[in-house]
């Protein structure tokens, strides 16, 4: 029985870039869970009806189909409350909620306005249409007049990373002296970004980027074998 | 043997507003250690010279003296590990340190820019020069021109706190079913806003002010019966 994972794909099918199929990715490989990823178009609504979702990751695990990352990332710690935790006990997981509204919110709402234009031109070609008409009517403006100013709108973007330096200058990872979801969650989000955009949005100087190399290097390197414009 | 705490005061001795304080003050009680505590003001830095610290909170536990907020709760914790735990095991600890470093940064700044002038008129008179020269130098501005524009300014503020209740929408507490630590980092800033200041932060509609509520009521009422300006 395979462990299926359906996983958003850019033009090429091996370019993945959602930032909540990479949490979901990393906390089934800290876990120890063999499974295998599916290729996924935005526009392949039917391909997951089943799961009664329009949105990835959905996750089939035997019998189960379980979809959301939050939702997929507890269900793994209670399904398999015998390999690796992902939180550390019950004080790590509610706080690690915070972990999660705070990325979904800053860092994903952030990494979008810098990078949407790039992410339009990776997507696969049927599914440009959609996304520029839902991104559009999302930001109330066409994708290139969003990623106009970038240049200097990342300048504020980094500055508003500092809570998460605070952090590392105290601790090699968000979840102590080994990563926990809360990294995924945060990894997710720079992954994403990495797999789809070559803007830097990081410099090589910061404890984020050093932060990022090594769980780029985790699980025998696997996140850092995906394709990616490597900055 | 009692236990100290160096709790700043403002011109009132039991106007009692730092927001690294109140984090204390509700640990203390969690752990349920009794406490006294010795108002203290900006300006009586040999008061506390015995700590090795020129600010508060100076916690004195016995033969053992504690500052910073972080480390007195990390302290507690190691030192009373049978009484109610502030952060539900190794996982919550590592993640709460997050929580931590948001709210010094958002939290403390945001609520700075629109309570500072507030703050001064609060404070103790010896303490009015000292505060206004090192804030005014921290701000680049006149502590007016700082709070100038809080009446718009506070729209922004308050949407930066989304990610808080997104976390309220899901889990009555930041620490799950009970307040952990988290809320007390959380609320301490609040709290200090709320003893210092009349300007309105929060709205009685915002799933937050609920929130609020129910810390101002633990501990049998403790943090709702201090001096403060009621909003």
Same mark, same amino acid.
């Given at each position: 029985?395979?462990?299926?994972l359906?996983?958003l794909?850019?033009?090429?099918?091996e370019?993945?870039?959602?930032?909540? !199929?990479?949490?979901?990715?990393?906390?089934?490989k800290?876990?120890?869970?063999?499974?295998e990823?599916?290729?996924?178009?935005?526009?392949?609504k039917d391909?997951?009806?089943?799961?009664?979702?329009?949105r990835v990751?959905? +996750? $089939?695990?035997?019998?189960r189909?379980?979809?959301?990352?939050?939702?997929?990332?507890?269900?793994?710690?209670?399904a398999?409350?015998?390999?690796?935790?992902? *939180?550390?006990?019950d004080g790590?997981?509610?706080?690690?909620?915070?972990?999660?509204?705070?990325?979904?919110?800053?860092?994903?709402?952030?990494?979008?306005?810098?990078?949407?234009?790039?992410?339009?031109a990776?997507?696969?070609?049927?599914?440009?249409?959609?996304?520029?008409?839902?991104r559009?009517?999302?930001?109330?403006m066409?994708?290139?007049?969003?990623? #106009?100013?970038?240049?200097?709108?990342?300048?504020?973007f980094?500055k508003?990373?500092?809570s998460?330096?605070?952090?590392?200058a105290?601790?090699?990872? *968000?979840?102590?002296d080994?990563p926990t979801?809360?990294?995924?969650? $945060?990894?997710? !989000?720079?992954q994403?970004?990495? !797999?789809?955009?070559?803007?830097? +949005?990081l410099?090589?100087?910061?404890?984020?980027?050093a932060?990022r190399?090594?769980?780029?290097? #985790?699980?025998?390197?696997y996140?850092g074998?995906a394709?990616?414009?490597n900055?």
């Open positions: 029985m395979t462990r299926l359906y996983d794909a850019g033009a090429e099918p370019r993945r870039f959602s930032p909540y !199929c990479w949490r979901v990715k990393l906390a089934l800290h876990k120890g869970l063999d499974f990823t599916v290729p996924w178009r935005f526009t392949e391909v997951i009806a089943f799961s009664g979702q329009t990751p959905v +996750l $089939v695990d035997g019998e189909t379980v979809s959301d990352s939050w939702t997929i990332a507890t269900y793994l710690e209670d398999y409350p015998d390999r690796a935790s992902l *939180f550390h006990g790590g997981r509610a706080v690690t909620r915070f972990v999660n509204a705070w990325a979904d919110g800053v860092l994903v709402g952030g990494i979008a306005r810098l990078t949407v234009t790039d992410i339009l990776n997507i696969d070609a049927r599914d440009r249409a959609y996304f520029r008409q839902s559009e009517q999302r930001f109330g066409s994708l290139e007049q969003v990623t #106009a100013n970038r240049d200097t709108d990342v300048l504020s980094r508003n990373l500092e998460l330096r605070t952090v590392l105290a601790q090699p990872f *968000f979840g102590g080994a979801y809360a990294d995924y969650i $945060v990894f997710g !989000c720079f994403w970004a990495r !797999c789809i955009s070559g803007f830097p +949005l410099l090589a100087d910061d404890p984020l980027w932060w190399e090594r769980l780029l290097a #985790a699980f025998g390197g996140a074998a394709l990616s414009y900055v």
